[in-house]
């Protein structure tokens, strides 16, 4: 029998050669941007152990567990109500965003664009840009989450809702209702269960978030990581640090109870 | 014939998908009170005719008059109230699952009273929720008013989406293959009182099906679309379950 079947290994033609070596060359390039030192990856052992044997074991000292669980109380106020003033603002702006809804190609395209831009700019950055505007402390913080939350639901709460089952739609627009009344009787509690995860993700990454604004002064326990370091205060920091783990991993274990809790096995 | 008022007439009327004809030069006329059974081929076109005929897509030619108005033109507010006298019955039910049975039958008035106080049958006039009870009562499904809606059986769905169909008294009812999505005794069901309310309140009504005992039994008239064509157009007493087989070729 004729062997038919095809060469194991292609030959790759030389424009895909190319792109290939132009590839691993702009990495070594970036490589050595990033200052990557082999010599200091090999130095870097002793010094990390160093680092944490001076942080082990870490601060427990109950005065400073209750001062540090008071900044992680307010970090949680922080995420916490940014994240829902965002999820609220989200919705009329995801409205303007979601294609073949209410608004106009233009106006999606303006919204989803201005989305984009939020969403470029990291939430440290809007951490200083608040800061300036309403000065140092929690509020601050707040504000940046709140602006973060909407350039992130305001986008996926568009794509929910372009997403979500058309036939409850179609039924209602051939009884001759109007868009809007469309929108809020068919559309949104089509898309609920999308936006009730996509909310609890948010909150997840509002937390995340708070954990760090404390750095540039715009409150929660980013400030006390921060002095830790500045005072070469490891055991403190590295509480901090464990803090913020467990309650990260604690909030995506409350969303994803909260998820299945509220949303059920369908979706 | 006695000339009596008509509710629905297709002149001439054609549809291409880009390039893709649908059917073409189909015309008729549907006179008030009428039961007119559509049928024809899987993708003969029977659902976009329908649709072309509700103004829920425009037509590529000719020209649809619907209860006295050019449905293929209006736009706009002309079109919501247009809509507004017209009911629609599709395949699926199409309920809002995670609403009530009686706010989605509180929907189907959104046409004629647009606005907040029909989002849901808590916010909803006294009489429009009792016209929604009596919608309900009529399907008899009174007792289910304040399940939700996904967590019905089909039939039972199905009578819902009709009750949302009639609670705003239309004049005319388009239902595209109302029992397709049944087992054979809930579907017998649903068409039995479909058809008695139907014929209770002289409404004007253009079903499709593909089962041809239905056809015959409930309308008084049958069109048949084959080839891109209207093939067939002719009163059900005069045909046989033999001529509409030949009609699937
Ligand atoms: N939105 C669309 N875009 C392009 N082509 C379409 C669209 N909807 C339907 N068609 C095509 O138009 C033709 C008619 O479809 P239609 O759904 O009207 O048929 P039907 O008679 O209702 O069939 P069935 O008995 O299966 O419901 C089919 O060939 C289908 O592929
Ligand atoms: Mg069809």
């Not at chain 2, 849901?120 to 429009?128: F, G, I, M």
């Not at chain 2, 705003?168 to 293959?177: G, I, K, Q, R, T």
């Amino acid at each position: 029998m004729a062997d038919i079947s095809p060469t194991r290994f292609e030959r790759p033609t030389g424009l895909a050669f190319l792109g290939y070596a132009s590839g691993i060359i702009i990495i070594f390039w970036c490589l050595a941007g990033a200052g990557f030192s082999v010599d200091k990856v090999l130095s870097s052992p002793p010094r990390f152990a160093d680092f944490a044997s001076r942080a082990f074991p870490p601060n427990l000292d109950p005065q400073v567990l209750s001062r540090l669980g008071t900044k992680m109380v307010e970090t949680l106020q922080i995420a916490v109500a940014g994240a829902a003033i965002g999820v609220i603002l989200s919705l009329p702006v995801a409205l303007l965003a979601a294609r073949g809804l209410i608004a106009g190609p233009w106006i999606n395209h303006i919204t989803r664009t201005a989305l984009s831009f939020v969403r470029a700019v990291p939430d440290i950055a809007w951490a200083l840009v608040f800061v300036v505007a309403v000065g140092l402390g929690p509020f601050a913080g707040m504000l940046a989450i709140v602006v973060d939350t909407i350039g992130f639901c305001g986008r996926f709460f568009a794509d929910d809702m372009e997403g979500a089952e058309k036939g409850p739609a179609e039924a209602l627009t051939a009884t001759g209702a109007r868009k809007i009344d469309v929108v809020v009787c068919a559309t949104i509690p089509a898309a609920t269960p999308a936006f009730i995860s996509t909310s609890l993700y948010a909150l997840e990454k509002a937390v995340r978030s708070s954990t760090i604004l404390g750095l540039v002064g715009a409150g929660g326990i980013g400030i006390e990581l921060k002095v830790g370091f500045d005072l070469f205060d490891y055991p403190t920091a590295m509480t901090v640090i464990l803090m913020i783990a467990v309650v990260v991993i604690g909030i995506e274990q409350v969303s994803g109870w909260a998820r299945t809790r509220i949303i059920g096995e369908e979706r | 014939m006695v000339v009596s008022a008509v509710d629905i007439e297709a002149r001439s009327i054609a549809k291409t998908y880009g390039e893709t004809p649908v059917f073409a030069d189909v015309s008729f006329r549907l006179a008030r009170g009428e039961a007119v059974a559509l049928v024809g081929a899987n993708g003969a076109g029977k659902s976009t005719l329908l649709r072309c005929l509700m103004g829920l897509i425009p037509v590529s030619d000719g020209q649809v008059n619907l209860l006295g108005v050019v449905a293929n033109t209006a736009k706009g507010r002309a079109l919501r109230t247009l809509r507004a006298r017209v009911g629609l019955v599709s395949q699926k039910h199409n309920l809002v699952p995670r609403l009530s049975v009686l706010s989605n039958v509180v929907h189907g008035l959104l046409g004629k009273e647009p606005g907040i106080r029909h989002w849901n049958h808590a916010l909803a006039p006294k009489a429009s929720r009792d016209a929604a009870m009596s919608a309900l009562e009529k399907v008899g499904l009174a007792d289910y008013a304040m399940r939700r809606a996904d967590r019905l059986s089909g039939g039972q769905s199905q009578r819902v989406a009709i009750a949302r169909a009639i609670v705003s008294a239309p004049e005319v009812l388009f239902a595209d293959e109302p029992c397709a999505s049944l087992d054979p005794s809930a579907g017998e069901d649903v068409m039995d009182l479909f058809f008695r309310l139907v014929k209770d309140e002289g409404v004007t009504v253009i079903f499709t099906s593909h089962n041809v005992d239905h056809a015959l039994r409930y309308g008084d008239r049958i069109l048949g679309l084959a080839g891109g064509a209207l093939k067939l157009d002719a009163t059900a007493a005069s045909l046989n379950p033999t001529d509409l087989r030949e009609l699937y070729g």
